[in-house]
């Protein structure tokens, strides 16, 4: 009988790779972490640029000063999602402004020490509005999960009353949106009424308590903070305003 082949060593087991651990980059182009980040490392030439730009009197400010102004001008916006149809599918684009879809961001691409400091800011900083729950899952599930997790502020914009219920039916398990592990950090669920009537205090009871009885389970023994605001403002008119970069405000009831 010949004899039998002695079996194969085990491998010792490999560590995955850390989602911030820094990954060379290529001689040209750009590289991205798992986490979605831009490796920003300078290479080559970049390093004396980088290091003629910590000179800037911007950048010679304290940390705690420079936190404050990238928090002035990335936050205090309110995102929403802009779908433009292609020949082939849905493209969509989340944005503060469809008449300067990229204002909001020139910052982050000002040098390499501002994206390092201030990357994530727009996503803790500013609300994410949606008009249901199948747009916000739909239009979040585009983003990674480390992304996702430094959502604080979502939201819902209801045209009128009658989309109240609409929200009360909405099933979050059967949508796979369970608040809070899909947004970890989720710290408040904002829920905007329009068009209501300022005079029927009835009416505008029973639409927070219906928002209240759907959410108010998927908030429970969290830090979630959850607010109802009811408008009289007209919808169309404050979406048509907000297309054209008006401003964002409306009254309240």
Known sequence: MAPRKAPKAKKAPTLKKSADKVVKRPARGFHKFRNGLLNVTPKGGEKVITKSNQ????????????????ELVLGG????????PSNLHTKYKLTSSPAEPTKEMALLRTCRQIYAEAAMMPLILNKFSFECVFE????????????RKHIAHLQFELSRP??????????FHRFRFPLPGYLPGLKELRVCIFSVSATDETARGENE???????????QGTSIELNVEQTEFDWESYHHSWRGNKSETYPAV
């Open 209 to 219: 308590r219906q928002v209240r009885k759907k959410l108010e389970p998927h908030t």
């Open 136 to 147: 916000a899952k739909y239009v979040l599930s585009k983003l990674k999960t480390h992304q």
């Open 77 to 84: 916006e309110v995102f929403r999602a802009v779908f433009t």
């Open 162 to 171: 009658s989309r109240v219920s609409v929200l009360a039916r909405s099933d």
């Open 55 to 70: 000179n800037s009197p911007l950048l010679r400010l304290p940390p705690e000063i420079r936190n404050q102004v990238w």
